[in-house]
């Protein structure tokens, strides 16, 4: 294996569907050095720790997290042997797969078998792949390995997505948890599944195997290091008569678009992975088969995707206290990772999967805006075609990117979010569409509302707070990519006589999470109108917010005698001030005016257990809550020590 690297048809057919410049294909193998550079060569001898992969007889990857450095065993290490020859001593524990395949034959024939690594140093993110075969290879009952390596691949790599920690020895007792080496026969174990649902790190490991000597590329392997925020890997499960097959599913960031370890899956499925649990020092390995879905086969499986791997589980070892390593610090998760996105059939379970109107996004054209804080304005679009209305509380789903484009960058230190931002907002939609009295439903419409807070440091929301009247003035369109329901207390009745709300509701909201509410206020009083003996509900509303933020209360006023029958609403407002002068005073005297006093309770201070606890029939109550997650938090832990029933208790999510 002597060959310069070159590109095979995998990888140059993800460069190409991928849009990756010519000049980019052109020049990869200029970036990957046959011999070792000194500077590499100096990275890897001071690694405490060193991911290893290699096949097993059957040709399936196993990776593993060596460890090579301890102050017990001074034997441990990573030393140069010559150019290109790498010594490595190291420790890992007895059931590790990765050592039982290195005493297997090779699987590829060849006379020695493959190897492939990336030293990565989770101090400063540094890391550097190498590739080869393994020219020698022992192994101690107790899980010590002795390795020589022989590289002819190096490359060195960007710190994107790696987390940071601090790592020390520490000795283990490893036990075996789960240990399903040959085959799947049911559903990872809880345990195995909870370590993937943690998980801020994995490596991969894929191979190809060439087949046709003519092309000038060569049989090898690679190992990579995959990051993201915890839980950026996604699992499912799939039963087939009395088989579960678990599945695991990696969206792809942005990268250097080699695409080395997705091109290696086009031309061979088999891969393995390996996830370290630094804070518990559990280890699971993993081999499967994986495929690349793209564009909409990605988006239809993981909504907001347009690359992703999706692995078929054939192989796992769960190591309990299988990494001699602890961690001796905070983990720092990179600015680099984007948001973690959900399987599409997560999203429906909780009521947030987008709902399908026809092939192709609508346009959302901003028409209007009112403002009602400092910080909120609500946003009015019309839809170049009618939507089938979504229950009050429902979302819609923004495509900004026509307007702001997707340019590649590989780096951005300004602003490291924009590397992966999609330009895809998800906002509940504040405004009900008109009910009608015939029908007992809501109508299609073409007109939508969003109320927005701008954020600091907010992209799409400073974008419209900040471009609204340009947007107005030039009619700029905006991709509308759907609608969807989850979060609403309205609901077809059981015996088809239309819409029905909960007898007794008590609605907690936090900032622009008053926003659902605002929608379902207006849904029940226009259902109530209509249909005066349909619907009697009795909702308390408490409702936390900053200086002039308590304006948006001002939605839930009506004129005088408007207020239909047998709907009573009573408003408690929790009122934070800041420090420095604000319109709070005035938003406060506002608000007194639009709301009678026995609608309205005005506090300036926390809102706290004793305020939920004096809502009257509170354990009668259904309960809705939409808000910061410290807000929610902290409610449902009162909920819970107040015994309200968790089944009575919905909350509504920013995270979609």
């Given at each position: 294996?002597?060959?310069?690297?070159?590109?095979?048809?995998?990888?140059?057919?993800?460069?190409?569907?991928?849009?990756?410049?010519?000049?980019?294909?052109?020049?990869?193998?200029?970036?990957?050095?046959?011999?070792?550079?000194?500077?590499?060569?100096?990275?890897?001898?001071?690694?405490?720790?060193?991911?290893?992969?290699?096949?097993?007889?059957?040709?399936?990857?196993?990776?593993?997290?060596?460890?090579?450095?301890?102050?017990d065993d001074p034997s441990l290490g990573i030393k140069q042997g010559g150019r290109n020859t790498t010594n490595v001593i190291a420790q890992t524990n007895p059931f590790d797969p990765f050592a039982l395949a290195l005493q297997q034959a090779p699987a590829t024939g060849d006379e020695k078998p493959l190897f492939a690594g990336v030293g990565i140093d989770f101090g400063n993110r540094r890391r550097n792949k190498i590739a080869g075969s393994v020219s020698e290879a022992s192994i101690e009952d107790a899980g010590k390995i002795y390795l020589r390596l022989l590289s002819d691949q190096h490359l060195g790599n960007c710190p994107k997505y790696i987390t940071v920690r601090a790592l020390a020895y520490k000795q283990r007792r490893a036990e075996l948890s789960y240990d399903s080496i040959d085959d799947i026969t049911s559903a990872l174990p809880a345990d195995a599944k909870a370590v993937i649902g943690r998980a801020s790190t994995v490596f991969l490991a894929t191979k190809h195997i060439a087949k046709d000597d003519a092309a000038g590329t060569q049989t090898?392997?690679?190992?990579?290091?995959?990051?993201?925020?915890?839980?950026?890997?996604?699992?499912?499960?799939?039963?087939?008569?009395?088989?579960?097959?678990?599945?695991?599913?990696?969206?792809?960031?942005?990268?250097?678009?080699?695409?080395?370890?997705?091109?290696?899956?086009?031309?061979?499925?088999?891969?393995?992975?390996?996830?370290?649990?630094f804070a518990t020092s559990n280890v699971l390995y993993i081999t499967g088969e994986a495929e690349n879905?793209?564009?909409?086969?990605?988006?239809?499986?993981?909504?907001?995707?347009?690359?992703?791997?999706?692995?078929?589980?054939?192989?796992?070892?769960?190591?309990?206290?299988?990494?001699?390593?602890?961690?001796?610090?905070?983990?720092?998760?990179?600015?680099?990772?984007?948001?973690?996105?959900?399987?599409?059939?997560?999203?429906?379970?909780?009521?947030?999967a987008p709902l399908a109107e026809g092939k192709g996004a609508l346009l959302a054209t901003l028409v209007s805006t009112h403002t009602l804080s400092d910080s909120i304005k609500t946003f009015n679009f019309r839809l170049s075609s009618p939507i089938n209305?979504?229950?009050?509380?429902?979302?819609?789903?923004?495509?900004?990117?026509?307007?702001?484009?997707?340019?590649?960058?590989?780096?951005?230190?300004?602003?490291?979010?924009?590397?992966?931002?999609?330009?895809?907002?998800?906002?509940?939609?504040?405004?009900?569409?008109?009910?009608?009295?015939?029908?007992?439903?809501?109508?299609?419409?073409?007109?939508?509302?969003?109320?927005?807070?701008?954020?600091?440091?907010?992209?799409?929301?400073?974008?419209?707070?900040d471009n609204a009247g340009a947007l107005v003035t030039n009619t700029l369109p905006i991709a509308f990519m759907g609608t969807g329901a989850g979060f609403t207390c309205l609901e077809e009745s059981p015996d088809d006589t239309g819409l029905?709300?909960?007898?007794?509701?008590?609605?907690?909201?936090?900032?622009?999470?008053?926003?659902?509410?605002?929608?379902?206020?207006?849904?029940?009083?226009?259902?109530?109108?209509?249909?005066?003996?349909?619907?009697?509900?009795?909702?308390?509303?408490?409702?936390?917010?900053r200086d002039d933020d308590i304006n948006v209360l001002n939605h839930f006023s009506l004129p005088q005698g408007a207020r239909p029958d047998h709907v009573a609403l009573q408003i408690s407002v929790f009122q934070s001030v800041g420090e420095s002068a604000s319109p709070a005073p005035s938003a406060q005297d506002g608000l007194r005016e639009m709301l009678s006093d026995n609608l309205?309770?005005?506090?300036?201070?926390?809102?706290?257990?004793?305020?939920?606890?004096?809502?009257?029939?509170?354990?009668?109550?259904?309960?809705?809550?939409?808000?910061?997650?410290?807000?929610?938090?902290?409610?449902?832990?009162?909920?819970?020590?107040?015994?309200?029933?968790?089944?009575?208790?919905?909350?509504?999510?920013?995270?979609?």
């Open positions: 294996m002597t060959q310069i690297h070159r590109s095979h048809r995998g990888e140059l057919l993800l460069q190409k569907r991928r849009n990756t410049p010519q000049e980019v294909s052109d020049g990869i193998p200029h970036y990957i050095n046959r011999d070792m550079p000194q500077s590499h060569a100096d990275f890897f001898a001071g690694l405490p720790y060193l991911p290893l992969a290699t096949l097993d007889q059957k040709g399936r990857p196993w990776v593993s997290l060596l460890v090579t450095a301890s102050d090898d392997m690679g190992v990579n290091h995959r990051g993201g925020a915890p839980g950026f890997i996604r699992s499912y499960e799939e039963t087939t008569d009395d088989a579960v097959t678990t599945y695991l599913v990696l969206p792809d960031h942005s990268g250097n678009r080699f695409y080395q370890s997705l091109g290696n899956i086009e031309t061979d499925p088999q891969v393995g992975l390996v996830f370290p649990e879905l793209a564009d909409d086969e990605a988006e239809a499986l993981m909504p907001r995707t347009n690359l992703l791997t999706r692995i078929k589980v054939t192989g796992a070892v769960l190591v309990k206290e299988g990494l001699n390593l602890k961690l001796t610090s905070e983990e720092q998760f990179s600015p680099y990772n984007p948001p973690v996105r959900l399987l599409r059939q997560e999203l429906q379970q909780k009521g947030h209305a979504v229950l009050p509380g429902g979302f819609g789903i923004f495509d900004f990117s026509g307007l702001l484009g997707r340019g590649y960058s590989h780096m951005n230190e300004a602003n490291p979010q924009l590397v992966n931002e999609d330009f895809v907002r998800t906002w509940t939609l504040s405004s009900a569409p008109k009910f009608d009295q015939r029908s007992k439903a809501f109508r299609a419409t073409n007109h939508v509302s969003i109320t927005v807070k701008r954020k600091p440091g907010g992209l799409m929301s400073n974008l419209l707070h029905a709300v909960p007898p007794k509701m008590l609605w907690i909201a936090g900032g622009v999470g008053i926003t659902p509410f605002m929608s379902m206020w207006d849904g029940i009083v226009q259902v109530a109108k209509a249909n005066p003996n349909q619907i009697s509900t009795d909702i308390a509303l408490l409702f936390a917010g309205l309770k005005l506090e300036k201070r926390r809102m706290g257990i004793d305020d939920i606890q004096s809502v009257t029939d509170l354990s009668a109550r259904e309960v809705f809550m939409c808000g910061p997650d410290s807000l929610m938090n902290e409610t449902q832990t009162i909920l819970a020590e107040l015994d309200v029933e968790e089944s009575r208790c919905h909350r509504e999510t920013f995270t979609f």
